[in-house]
């Protein structure tokens, strides 16, 4: 079954401890992406990556890092975690523009509820 | 810079009735996709439609139907006989090509998302 698989899905931290979310998908696909949810703002986009080694800051990236190792796998780590962290964080993936079969369509995680106390 | 405005933050219905969910959105690109995005209570992201700039054909499945005009930049999303399984919080979203092939492209930006409170 092809899914983008998030852990943990709920998760209370300390303020400063260091955490990572993992986020794996088992599509082969090329594009990843962090967005965290915020009640009356929507999803905003942390960080993304358009292939393995390669990342780029979304709209909200201060606080966060990410890395590409590996194709099917994208973390999202918080060094130092503070509560204005506290939200509802997804992970996506899609194929990238030209591969065979394109659709533009984002597959989702199904989110992480973090509350940093 | 591309934008989605939602402006109905909270909408509810008695179950039956019709409701329209508005979505508006600005982009500088010919060649964009909308779409909307449904999240029930348990959280998830369910994707419902997907609609490229080239495409104005309105669509219909099953009690939703989405009607896309480009001259007034809305994709507005119906659903019809609204049941309480549809109350959700639901989401337009919008991508776009944005800058170089491949560099960035296809950024997806949301709205801030309309809750849909259906009553029995």
């Known amino acids: 079954e092809a899914q983008v698989t998030q852990n943990p899905r709920y998760l209370i931290t300390v303020t400063g401890k260091k955490l990572t979310v993992t986020c794996s998908q088992n599509?082969?696909?090329?594009?990843m992406s962090w967005y965290r949810q915020d009640p009356g703002l929507g999803l905003r986009q942390i960080y993304y990556?358009?292939?393995?080694?390669?990342?780029d800051k979304g709209d909200v990236p201060e606080g966060y890092k990410v890395s590409r190792k590996e194709k099917r796998n994208f973390p999202l780590i918080l060094e130092s975690p503070s509560p204005n962290q506290t939200s509802l964080y997804f992970c996506?993936?899609?194929?990238?523009?030209?591969?065979?079969?394109?659709?533009?369509?984002?597959?989702f995680g199904a989110g992480t509820r973090l509350s940093v106390l | 810079a591309q934008k989605v405005t939602q402006a109905q933050t909270e909408i509810s219905v008695v179950e039956k009735e019709d409701v329209t969910l508005d979505c508006v959105y600005e982009?500088?690109?010919?060649?964009?996709?909308l779409f909307w995005y449904k999240q029930p209570p348990s959280g998830e992201l369910v994707f419902l439609i997907r609609?490229?700039?080239?495409?104005?054909q309105n669509e219909i499945s099953g009690r939703y139907s989405w009607n896309f005009q480009k001259s007034t930049s809305s994709f507005n999303f119906t659903i019809t006989a609204s049941q309480v399984v549809d109350s959700a919080v639901y989401f337009c979203?919008?991508?776009?090509?944005?800058?170089?092939?491949?560099?960035?492209?296809?950024?997806?930006?949301f709205g801030k998302g309309t809750k849909l409170s259906v009553i029995p």
């Open positions: 979203a919008l991508s776009e090509l944005g800058g170089l092939m491949g560099a960035g492209s296809y950024q997806l930006t």
């Open positions: 982009t500088r690109d010919t060649t964009y996709y």
């Open positions: 996506a993936s899609r194929p990238q523009p030209g591969t065979s079969g394109w659709e533009n369509i984002q597959y």
């Open positions: 990556s358009m292939n393995v080694e390669v990342t």
């Open positions: 599509m082969n696909h090329e594009y």
């Open positions: 609609r490229n700039s080239f495409d104005e």
